[in-house]
T-cell receptor
Framework: EAQVTQNPRYLITVTGKKLTVTCSQN?????MSWYRQDPGLGLRQIYY???????DKGDVPEGYKVSRKEKRNFPLILESPSPNQTSLYFC??????????FGPGTRLTVL | AQSVSQHNHHVILSEAASLELGCNYSYGGTVNLFWYVQYPGQHLQLLLKYFSGDPLVKGIKGFEAEFIKSKFSFNLRKPSVQWSDTAEYFCAVGASGTYKYIFGTGTRLKVLA
């Protein structure tokens, strides 16, 4: 089954404690992206990747890092999380700027 | 700067009413246009998309959208909504050449049975 998986689905952490949210896709898509969804702000792109070892900033990259060492994986790293990063995070993949396939979401709370 | 505007933030309709959700984008180059739907507690799914050709595109569940290039608009329509259409709807633009993907702020639709 074609899918995008994210882990964990829910995470509560404290300020400053490094965390990683994993994302994996099995559709051989070149393009992967991370978004955060906040009430009234819609989805905002954090980072995207056009292929292995090629990443670029979206609209809200501050406080986040990504890596793309393998085509199927695109982890999101928060090295020092802060409360303003409390949000719902979605990973997505696609064949370039075609239809995005979304993961189930990760609800992150930073205390 | 590239942007996508959805003018209706909250819409409440009765079943069988007609729906039109507005979407305007700001981008000077070639774009791919999308409408996604997010049902309560679920992730986003594609409703329909426009890349080129006939500006009137049909999607799943009876939805359609019309691309009007001169107005930079891609409005979503459905002639008769159902209670199961209650969801949040997002317009999105994929900007060719930049690989950026921009979403609107979403429209929450509530359909009353």
């Amino acid at each position: 089954e074609a899918q995008v998986t994210q882990n964990p689905r829910y995470l509560i952490t404290v300020t400053g404690k490094k965390l990683t949210v994993t994302c994996s896709q099995n559709m051989n898509h070149e393009y992967m992206s991370w978004y955060r969804q906040d009430p009234g702000l819609g989805l905002r792109q954090i980072y995207y990747s056009m292929n292995v070892e090629v990443t670029d900033k979206g609209d809200v990259p501050e406080g986040y890092k990504v890596s793309r060492k393998e085509k199927r994986n695109f982890p999101l790293i928060l090295e020092s999380p802060s409360p303003n990063q409390t949000s719902l995070y979605f990973c997505a993949s696609s064949s370039m700027t075609d239809t995005q396939y979304f993961g189930p979401g990760t609800r992150l709370t930073v205390l | 700067a590239q942007s996508v505007s959805q003018h209706n933030h909250h819409v409440i309709l009765s079943e069988a009413a007609s729906l039109e959700l507005g979407c305007n984008y700001s981008y000077g180059g070639t774009v791919n246009l999308f409408w996604y739907v997010q049902y309560p507690g679920q992730h986003l799914q594609l409703l329909l998309k426009y890349f080129s050709g006939d500006p009137l595109v049909k999607g799943i569940k009876g939805f359609e959208a019309e691309f009007i290039k001169s107005k930079f608009s891609f409005n979503l329509r459905k002639p008769s909504v159902q209670w199961s259409d209650t969801a949040e709807y997002f317009c999105a633009v994929g900007a060719s050449g930049t690989y950026k993907y921009i979403f609107g702020t979403g429209t929450r639709l509530k359909v009353l049975a």
